[in-house]
Nanobody, 125 residues
Framework: VQLQASGGGLVQAGGSLRLSCAAS????????MGWFRQAPGKEREFVAT????????YYADSVKGRFAISRDNAKNTVYLQMNSLKPDDTAVYYC???????????????????WGQGTQVTVSS
């Protein structure tokens, strides 16, 4: 599986961005798809994940109510809609995929086998 993330940019606090992650492969709908982020000097952290098409979605407490993950199986694409952005959301955002991840590992970066290249999100105050 190859992942291509896009949609990052510079936005003012309170603004919105939508990230996209296009995946190759014919079994996209069976994969768990996640978003992670990494700020300078910090570890990569969980943002959101969709277990599989039609499955549950999960969010980090820091983004609940502001971010939404969604999937378009026809386009093999997962999205991260980010609203009410804050300067603390500034980071490189990565999408990730895995075909056999278990629920207890959904927020753990090393549990995902496939990663996109990352897209920079910068939120100015």
């Amino acid at each position: 599986v190859q992942l291509q993330a896009s949609g990052g940019g510079l936005v003012q606090a309170g603004g919105s961005l939508r990230l996209s992650c296009a995946a190759s492969g014919r079994t996209f709908d069976t994969y768990a798809m996640g978003w992670f982020r990494q700020a300078p000097g910090k570890e990569r952290e969980f943002v959101a994940t969709s277990r599989r098409s039609g499955g549950m979605s999960y969010y980090a407490d820091s983004v609940k109510g502001r971010f939404a993950i969604s999937r378009d199986n026809a386009k093999n694409t997962v999205y991260l809609q980010m609203n009410s952005l804050k300067p603390d959301d500034t980071a490189v955002y990565y999408c990730a995929a895995d075909s056999s991840i278990i629920m207890s590992q959904l927020s753990i970066p090393r549990a995902y086998d496939y990663w996109g290249q990352g897209t920079q999100v910068t939120v100015s105050s």
